[in-house]
């Protein structure tokens, strides 16, 4: 279970915000923010990964689509219809919500980042396999855990199997100009109906052509549609577009041009938004009184103010470049967001074994709680569906990423992602489990060692290239600790087998 160390939240403080919880409803388990009096919360835009249905959620609401007529989705990429759309996809709803986590879609918006034949897929090179990289059309596209696939799965793809087929990606591009996929889907080619995005590189528009990384586009100026007020003298070096035609060879012969997916976050006429998106800028103070500093995400500058809440333990030197984080506010002007309210929508904590002791939106792998909310997406590692409802017990592997939280004497895992294996697990493997947290506790001589509320016994484990004692005394000293542990359950309690250190 290695993997390259992330830039991502660790420190994890007492007194997270109390954890609300309700009833499962479709693919999504159970669970609101800030449950409250059912008052509405916001009216605008919300944009995020699908978590599930039966409605639609995202970011963590329940919206209704009923009055929507024919649930539809407005789209030029064949998902027409809220059947057509699968969790881990980037929807944008304009709607109402409320503070009973619920909500009443108005419109439902959905546009694929690409869309097209993939050149090379390359597992983790540090051997980790903690993400696969894709490259479709010359651009970058990271699939990690929390990616749901379709069409493939995410081992076959970490075995180094190539794609043949084309895919569709749903994802947020990140500062370095490279994407982090919500969703890729193995789709039939088709080189008449291929989408691509990024960066400009050339543009000779005596020619009538400019270049997005390995790929030439070609546009008839009298035909090609333009979206979003574009015309020929935005195509600049530099400008971040959308084009959508017919591939040939590495020319794409466009039909039309707009700007990037970052458009998905623009302002409607409501001022409310609740978006997640990944860090583009880190947060930089200012020091300006009742406004101490800014980041930016989704192309928007979000600004922190004396009042904005900070979830999950989050602090503001964390809000880093690269970070998955959803922010709830209220635009101050086209382009600069005020924060009400910001959650970690990044997994630092995870748990794999088989399930025991489901109960109230609540399960159990190798001793670890594991929590579930509206926004845990469920999925089966060949695609088909499951819910918490219907989670498998006892006998086949389900593997959880999520946000590890404290609350009072209790620790647990929030999770983000629950994913069953697509046949049962081997007897001999029922018992063993793997987890990755903090540490919480170690004895001073090998005995034991606590994470995510368990207790492991550590007496005969093997300590891979690190020293115990020098945990131990980094432990003691205050340090922020991240361990993995392969261990597992005996009659007389955890055994850990291997330990390493993240």
């Not at 489901?358 to 579930?372: C, H, L, Q, T």
């Not at 845990?376 to 695609?383: N, P, S, Y």
Request: include cysteine; proline fraction near 2%.
């Amino acid at each position: 279970m290695k993997r390259q160390l992330r830039n991502r939240v660790f420190k994890l403080a007492a007194g997270t915000v109390a954890f609300g919880v309700i009833s499962a409803c479709g693919g999504a388990g159970g669970g609101g923010l800030d449950v409250a009096d059912g008052g509405i919360r916001g009216t605008g835009s919300s944009v995020g990964p699908v978590s599930g249905f039966g409605s639609v959620f995202v970011n963590g609401v329940e919206f209704n689509t009923d009055d929507i007529p024919n649930r539809e989705v407005e789209s030029n990429d064949g998902i027409t219809a809220e059947s057509l759309l699968s969790e881990g996809m980037i929807l944008r709803v304009e709607g109402e919500w409320r503070d009973d986590g619920t909500g009443t879609a108005e419109k439902l918006s959905y546009d694929d980042t690409l869309r097209g034949p993939v050149g090379q897929v390359t597992a983790d090179p540090s051997g980790a396999g903690e993400f696969v990289t894709l490259s479709v059309m010359g651009q970058s596209v990271r699939v990690d855990r929390q990616t749901v696939v379709r069409g493939t799965t995410y081992a076959t793809l970490l075995g180094g199997s190539q794609i043949t087929g084309h895919v569709r990606v749903s994802a947020w591009r990140q500062a370095d100009g490279s994407y982090r996929a919500g969703y890729v889907g193995v789709i039939n080619p088709d080189l008449t109906d291929i989408e691509l995005e990024g960066s400009v590189l050339t543009v000779d528009t005596n020619l009538n052509e400019f270049t997005i990384g390995t790929i030439t586009v070609q546009y008839d100026e009298n035909n090609v549609s333009f979206g979003s007020g574009l015309t020929e003298t935005d195509l600049q070096i530099g400008a971040a577009l959308e084009v959508e035609g017919e591939l040939n060879g590495t020319t794409l012969v466009a039909t039309t041009i707009d700007r990037d997916d970052a458009r998905r976050f623009s302002r409607n006429s409501a001022d409310d938004i609740e978006f997640t998106a990944v860090i583009d800028a880190s947060y930089t103070p200012s020091g300006a009184g009742s406004r101490p500093g800014e980041f930016t995400m989704g192309g928007l500058t979000v600004r922190v103010t004396d009042a904005t809440e900070l979830d999950d333990s989050i602090t503001l030197d964390e809000l880093t470049e690269g970070l998955l984080i959803q922010v709830e506010g209220q635009f101050l002007s086209d382009t600069v967001v005020e924060a009400e309210e910001i959650e970690l929508r990044d997994g630092n904590a995870k748990v794999k074994g088989v399930v025991s002791t489901p109960a109230d939106n609540v399960f159990f792998i190798g001793g670890v709680e594991v929590r579930v909310s509206s926004t845990t997406v469920f999925t089966v590692e060949d695609g088909s569906g499951v819910s918490f409802q219907t989670l498998p017990i006892g006998s086949t592997t389900v593997e959880v990423e999520g946000i590890e939280k404290e609350q009072g004497a209790d620790v647990f895992i929030d999770a983000l992602r629950v994913e069953v294996d697509d046949e049962p697990a081997e007897l001999e493997d029922r018992n063993a489990f793997e987890l990755e947290g903090q540490l919480r506790g170690i004895t001073q001589n090998p005995g034991t060692v606590t994470l995510l509320g368990v207790q492991i016994n550590d007496t005969s484990a093997d300590y891979d290239d690190v020293s115990r004692g020098d945990i131990v005394d980094d432990f003691f000293n205050g340090a922020t600790i991240i361990l993995e542990v392969d261990y597992r359950g005996t009659a007389s309690g955890f055994i850990a087998d291997e330990i390493e250190l993240e």
